[in-house]
């Protein structure tokens, strides 16, 4: 009896442990695309009981027919449908992220985490998965790819969003903005996207937690921030033109403490549009990026942050002028650009309710253009520029119940820039307090409002009110809304600068000395072309705005997106940047005006459709209206004339008049993305199209009214294909603008680039 119990036991000890020694002998795993794994997943073959995976994300089924399909599904990605054949052929199973982004949070919106679906207001979250499939190295590659944004060539590459300029984009990087704005716009091609972990793009007016440099939205880049104990990531991109970028990205997670450290070298030989004469469109550069972001719990209820980086670049190149001398004409160019951050944030959590949080900000950024004749190494120009911006704010965060959130905040800005030209040392002084309501009533309502005011040492004070809201029709559909205003004043750059920029190329000049500067070239011989009489350009005055934005979110169909959104801004003596003349090389010399009162308007509608669970489809569109109603009216008197090439003067009409310098009316774009199962290859094909845009006043009226005055529009075709090989390599190829369309009115873009990269993730779990 004895032995026959032993047997039992031995037989029902083995028939348990069987399946564990299965599992250990053929195991799959359930990961996502970064290679970690999925711990929460769930298998189903057909329709059995679902079964979970195990605490390394692994799985494996041992009753099935090969008839059966294997479905692998998990909160927040997509479900992937095997067959028999395909499970019994893949030891990794990747899962993509769920494209409704129901548990995405955004920061930059409100200042506060909150899920996207219940902002009142438009909002676009790109995953990393999504910057990766631009196959993009800085960051104008990846916004130019998206609806309603606008890559523009006006000071380096610059951002046009709901038809106003990146002056009035507020760009921010792990919630803090960035500065160094020498000729009032930020250059996207200084930021790196090797370690962004996604990017929040908000549309419309947000100078009611911001500021004035939020009049058109907010774009928010949020690095990485390791989970594994150790991670060190290592790549290299390569592209047209010799451009190479390498990169390191070191994760420590201990304890309480994570640290991320971020090293980026990009190089460039650059491009030249017009070989016939000396000097290229865009100048050889390297660029240096290199951050380190240390956070931690000193205790449970005590946060600190340290955030550190560093930009380095270095441009060389020459130009031909005239010296009167022929061998003093050879002009060598030397530029160098500093910028260092700083950002050190405390967070404290005295109870569940009520988040106190203090930030400092320091910021310093300097530039030298340094030119001199080659013979002779005699300086020929020789231009600084040194600014430094400080902020140091408090916010309070106060739950006051589930259905209220109140936020306060204060703050004061130091700012202080000394360049070669300017006279004195400039400093601005500015304080500024914020409040914020965020009202959830109900489930199927809620509503933001809050308004800023703002007291600066030089142009006094302003408030800026604003308020969204948003209403759940039913799980399908949500209606959002939002109203808010704006004020900015004319700052020293736009009124004194004297600016080049060797990498990129072109000029930039303040609005009381463009003529001076202008004729300065014309004397050396740099002009081909000028595009507005620099005499036209008077004082500039402050502006302020209004600004509306209203849409949908609709999902008819679990696999079927729609996003809508219309806006109109109404601006008062908005402060315009366009180019003045036309270098020799095709770059450009830009300078400032102000437009009395304009409006731009227009409607952004994005569509996704996934027809499979390995392919889907999304289409965007983007249509704008600008128009100076100054220019209306006076059409309207019968004051407005121009001449035909045959100095034929007739009055202009409205049909004539195509608005504001500089901004497409119809544009779009549409992407398909498609994972091969047998090989695992991504591909993601995308389609980029701007619509034709004035460049120029070639008729001396001051506005656009002559379609030789417009340039043509353009269509850009990119693919980028990739692969991963278990969890550790990534690699991939593609190319932007395959067609090879040459903009010669747009000079920032060089042609077709080819491109391939590779990561390597070294972790330990």
């Avoid at 120009?381 to 400080?390: E, V």
């Avoid at 036309?582 to 300078?591: E, M």
Wanted: no cysteine; charged share 20%; net charge negative.
């Amino acid at each position: 009896m004895f032995r026959i119990s032993l047997i039992k036991i031995t037989i029902t000890a083995f028939l348990s442990l069987s399946p564990l020694l299965l599992w250990s002998a053929d195991r799959i795993k359930v990961v996502d695309a970064e290679g970690k794994p999925i711990v929460h997943a769930l298998i189903q073959v057909d329709n059995q009981k679902p079964v979970p995976v195990n605490a390394q994300g692994e799985f494996d089924i041992q009753s099935r027919n090969s008839e059966d399909r294997i479905l692998v599904f998990a909160m927040g990605y997509e479900t992937m449908v095997l067959s028999a054949e395909e499970y019994d052929a893949l030891s990794v199973i990747t899962l993509e992220p769920n494209q409704e982004a129901l548990d995405e949070v955004v920061v930059s919106a409100t200042r506060t985490d909150r899920s996207v679906e219940d902002l009142p207001m438009p909002v676009t979250v790109l995953s990393q998965e999504k910057i990766q499939e631009t196959g993009g190295i800085r960051l104008s590659d990846v916004l130019r790819e998206q609806t309603g944004l606008q890559i523009t060539s006006e000071h380096g590459s610059n951002l046009q969003m709901q038809g106003l300029d990146s002056d009035y984009i507020l760009i921010l990087l792990d919630g803090e903005p960035l500065v160094g704005r020498t000729a009032g716009t930020f250059d996207l091609d200084r930021i790196s996207v090797s370690n962004i972990e996604r990017i929040e793009i908000l549309r419309g007016p947000s100078s009611a937690i911001y500021g004035s440099e939020a009049m058109a939205g907010v774009i928010n880049i949020i690095t990485k921030s390791g989970t594994q104990p150790k991670t060190l990531n290592l790549g290299a991109r390569y592209r047209s033109f010799n451009s190479w970028n390498p990169y390191a990205e070191l994760g420590i997670n201990q304890g309480n403490w994570k640290i991320d450290a971020l090293y980026d070298y990009f190089q460039t030989d650059g491009f030249d549009l017009t070989p016939e004469v000396v000097g290229q469109t865009q100048n050889p550069y390297d660029a240096q990026t290199a951050q380190v972001k240390i956070s931690g719990d000193i205790s449970e209820k005590l946060e600190l942050s340290l955030f550190a980086r560093g930009y380095l670049e270095n441009a060389t190149g020459a130009l031909e002028v005239n010296a009167g001398d022929p061998n003093q004409r050879l002009v060598s160019l030397d530029n160098q650009l500093r910028d260092w951050n700083f950002n050190p944030t405390i967070r404290f959590k005295p109870n569940e309710k009520w988040l106190l949080s203090l930030r400092g900000m320091s910021n310093w950024y300097s530039t030298l253009a340094d030119s001199r004749i080659q013979n002779s190494e005699e300086v020929f120009d020789l231009q600084g520029f040194d600014q430094f911006f400080h902020r140091t704010e408090l916010q309070s965060d106060v739950q006051v119940n589930d259905q209220n959130l109140l936020t306060f905040g204060l703050g004061q800005i130091i700012e202080t820039v000394e360049a070669t030209r300017y006279e004195d040392k400039n400093r601005f002084d500015a304080g500024y307090f914020y409040f914020q309501h965020q009202w959830n009533p109900s489930d199927r309502f809620n509503m933001i409002s809050g308004f800023r005011a703002d007291l600066h040492s030089e142009y006094g004070g302003r408030i800026s009110p604003k308020i969204s809201a948003q209403y759940e029709v039913s799980e399908k559909l949500s209606v959002l809304g939002s109203i808010g205003s704006g004020f900015k004043a004319p700052d020293f750059r736009q009124l004194l600068l004297n600016f080049n920029n060797a990498a990129a190329g072109y000029y930039v000049f303040g609005s009381t000395i463009a003529e001076e500067g202008i004729q300065n070239l014309e004397e050396q011989g740099l002009i081909s072309q000028i595009l507005i009489n620099p005499e036209s350009i008077g004082e500039l005055e402050a502006e302020s705005s209004w600004a509306f934005n209203g849409g949908i979110k609709w999902t008819p169909d679990p696999r079927v997106s729609i996003h809508l959104n219309a806006y109109r801004n109404r601006i008062e003596n908005l402060i315009e940047t366009a180019p003045v003349a036309r270098l020799v090389t095709g770059q450009n010399a830009f300078s400032y005006f102000n437009i009395n009162s304009i409006v731009t308007q227009g409607i952004e509608l994005d569509l996704g459709y996934t027809f499979r669970e390995n392919l889907r489809f999304s289409l965007g569109y983007a249509f704008l209206d600008t128009r100076d109603l100054d220019v209306l009216d006076q059409i309207d008197a019968g004051k407005l004339f121009k001449r035909d090439e045959s100095n034929i003067t007739t009055l202009v009409t409205r049909s004539d008049y195509g608005g504001l310098f500089n901004r497409s009316r119809h544009s779009g774009n549409f992407k398909v993305n498609y994972k091969e199962r047998a090989t695992g290859i991504n591909l993601a094909l995308r389609g980029i199209y701007r619509g034709k845009f004035g460049f120029a006043d070639l008729n001396g009226n001051l506005i656009l009214d002559d379609p030789s005055e417009f340039a043509d529009g353009w269509l850009s075709l990119n693919l980028t294909a990739s692969k991963s090989f278990s969890d550790r390599i990534n690699l991939e190829i593609g190319g932007t603008n395959l067609l090879n369309t040459q903009t010669p009115n747009q000079p920032n873009n060089p042609g077709r680039i080819i491109f391939a990269g590779i990561n390597i993730s070294i972790f330990e779990n």
